[in-house]
């Protein structure tokens, strides 16, 4: 915890955070505004739980406005960050988090589920970046974009097909873009562990997921926004990723964790 007080309210970086309702978006939005920054809490449906997150982050000491957008629809995601910006003036980050997680595999694969995870989970966050690149370039100074990905690219299982691919398309482009952005915008990911009980899980089962990596705890929603935060603040940190899984990535696993710790 920094010593430092905390900045004037109209000194605080600006970081858009997508979905940042509830789950882990929210706690990553909180830990920046409980450190110094100010938010932008973007949501699509969560109207309501975005506006609790808004008031948490407020109460926190930081300006927090929730924005709506449909992140699959390109004119509603190229709209976003001139929003952020006409309400706030300069924004210097994006936490890319808004994430589509449907369930297929190669037998129900189709056009259209690879399209619905690949506008939200992987043309988005482009979309935001090329805006933030912009937005600084204009504003004369520098960005960060932090891109959130899974651990199951380094650990792959063909669960859940389409969204694997929308994140390792993903991986890709913050490759891509920390090469094409710079020296402007930095470009890293995060990586998660199994952190919030998804899907068709029982919590019993999320419990058992969670215990199922080298360190016999996988990531907390504390351990991703702590990571969020490292990576936009260290100017050095680009073009990579940095997994916080509890090592889950070094324990090969045939199928998704949902199966593995399933109950008989
Ligand atoms: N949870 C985990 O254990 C875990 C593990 C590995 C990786 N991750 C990654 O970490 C990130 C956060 O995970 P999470 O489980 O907290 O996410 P989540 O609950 O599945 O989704 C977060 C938010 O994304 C928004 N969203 C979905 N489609 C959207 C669209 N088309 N346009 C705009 N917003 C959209 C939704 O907002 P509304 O509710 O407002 O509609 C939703 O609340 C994701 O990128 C995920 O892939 C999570």
Redesign the pocket.
Same mark, same amino acid.
């Given at each position: 915890m920094s010593q430092q007080p905390a900045p004037a309210p109209a000194e605080r970086p600006v970081a858009l955070v997508? !979905?940042a &309702?509830?789950?882990? !978006?929210r706690a990553i939005a909180l830990d920046l505004a409980a450190h110094g920054w100010a938010v932008a809490v973007?949501?699509?449906?969560? %109207?309501d &739980? %975005?506006a609790r997150t808004v008031a948490e982050a407020r109460a926190l000491g930081a300006p927090a406005e929730a924005f709506a %957008? @449909?992140? %699959? @629809?390109e004119a509603a995601c190229a709209a976003l960050l001139p929003a952020v910006a006409a309400h706030f003036g300069a924004v210097c980050a994006v936490v /890319? /988090? $808004? =994430?589509?997680?449907d369930y297929d595999t190669v037998d129900d694969f189709g056009h259209a589920a690879m399209e619905r995870h690949w506008? &939200? /989970?992987t043309a $988005?966050p482009i979309l935001l970046a090329r805006a933030l690149h912009a937005h600084r370039l204009a504003a004369g100074g520098r960005g960060a974009v932090v891109n #959130? #990905? @899974?651990?199951?690219l380094w650990n792959p299982n063909p669960d859940y097909l389409s969204?694997t691919l929308s994140?390792a398309a993903l991986e890709a482009a913050t490759t891509l873009l920390a090469q094409a952005l710079a020296p402007v915008l930095r470009v890293a990911g995060v &990586?998660?562990?199994?952190? #919030? #009980?998804?899907g068709p899980m029982s919590a019993a089962e999320f419990e058992r997921a969670h215990r199922l990596t080298p360190l016999q705890r =996988? =990531?907390t929603p504390e351990d991703?926004a702590r990571a969020v935060r490292f990576v936009l603040e260290s100017p050095a940190i680009t073009g990579t990723t940095l997994l916080v899984d509890g090592g889950q990535h070094l324990m090969p696993q045939p199928r998704d964790v949902l199966f593995l710790a399933q109950d008989d």
């Open positions: 997508t !979905g &309702a509830q789950r882990l !978006g973007h949501y699509r449906q969560s %109207a &739980a %975005a %957008a @449909d992140l %699959a @629809d /890319n /988090n $808004a =994430s589509r997680f506008r &939200a /989970n $988005a #959130l #990905l @899974d651990q199951k969204y994140k &990586a998660p562990g199994v952190t #919030l #009980l998804s =996988s =990531s991703i």
